[in-house]
């Protein structure tokens, strides 16, 4: 199982950046589907951004459409999440998945937590307005 590790968060004002990383370690993560979840206080863990494993196809969810990027680079074994125009509504812990058994086809249609096996410990991402 790959280990993963999120770093980057931290406390911006609306309309700020920041740029989230995903080192993962113990194998190759070029095998993976990797997602981006986020977790407000009180609410479920919500799908924001997958990607294929060879970087050449992204999805995400409507409310960071335009805002987000999701990208990796495999020979570094990182993915990555740039995110811009920062609203206090995405104000969250944001975690990091991986998936190396199921098909792209059948994580993007599902966007489920449950369909991602390995998990990062996540990073607090606090944006004030």
């Known amino acids: 199982q790959v280990q993963l590790v999120e770093s980057g968060g931290g406390l911006v004002q609306a309309g700020g950046s920041l740029s989230l990383s995903c080192a993962a370690s113990g194998r190759t993560i070029s095998r993976d589907v990797v997602g981006w979840f986020r977790q407000a206080p009180g609410k479920e863990r919500e799908f924001v951004a997958a990607?294929?494993?060879?970087?050449?196809?992204?999805d995400y969810t409507d409310s960071v459409k335009g805002r987000f990027t999701i990208s990796r680079d495999n020979a570094k074994n990182t993915v990555y999440l740039q995110m811009h125009s920062l609203k206090p509504e995405d104000t969250a812990v944001y975690y990091c998945?991986?998936?190396?058994?199921?098909?792209?086809?059948?994580?993007?249609?599902?966007?489920?937590?449950?369909?991602?096996?390995?998990w990062g410990q996540g990073t607090q991402v606090t944006v004030s307005s």
């Open positions: 990607i294929s494993r060879s970087g050449g196809r992204t």
């Open positions: 998945a991986a998936d190396d058994r199921r098909p792209l086809r059948t994580v993007l249609a599902g966007k489920r937590a449950a369909d991602f096996s390995s």
